[in-house]
């Protein structure tokens, strides 16, 4: 019997979510690599968050989406999960909107954290 959890989020782009989890100061590597369960047990993810209890969180493809991947009764995080996929989802909107607006050619004017916790982008394009 399997331990793990699959959350579903709306993360698709692997390169913001790096960043996002950069930006939050979680150290994190690369795979595709197992993460580490319930007695042993193993499951496949694209990112791993080690845990100093042994039992790793991941970002695993499912083919649509990248889910978060753990063993919840081992959550060893300084936040919820729901405090850390918040935190997480919205330093990849973050980065994915920077990404998608440099494509098109418009440059950050400024970018402010409000004390809510909500971030005020502005980007301008000159023609």
Do not use: C
């Amino acid at each position: 019997m399997s331990h793990f959890s699959s959350i579903k989020t709306q993360i698709r782009n692997l390169e913001s979510l790096k960043a996002a989890l950069n930006d939050l100061g979680i150290a994190w590597k690369e795979g595709p690599a197992p993460i580490r369960g319930y007695r042993g047990q193993t499951a496949q993810a694209q990112i791993v968050i080690e845990q100093e209890n042994n039992y790793d969180i991941g970002f695993a493809w499912n083919g649509q989406e990248y889910e978060l991947v753990a063993d919840l009764q081992y959550w060893q995080q300084p936040w919820s999960v729901e405090g850390f996929l918040q935190r997480v989802t919205q330093g990849y909107a973050l980065h994915t909107i920077l990404r998608e607006s440099a494509k098109q050619g418009f440059a950050v004017t400024e970018q402010q954290k409000n004390a809510d916790g909500s971030i005020r982008l502005v980007v301008q394009r000159w023609n």
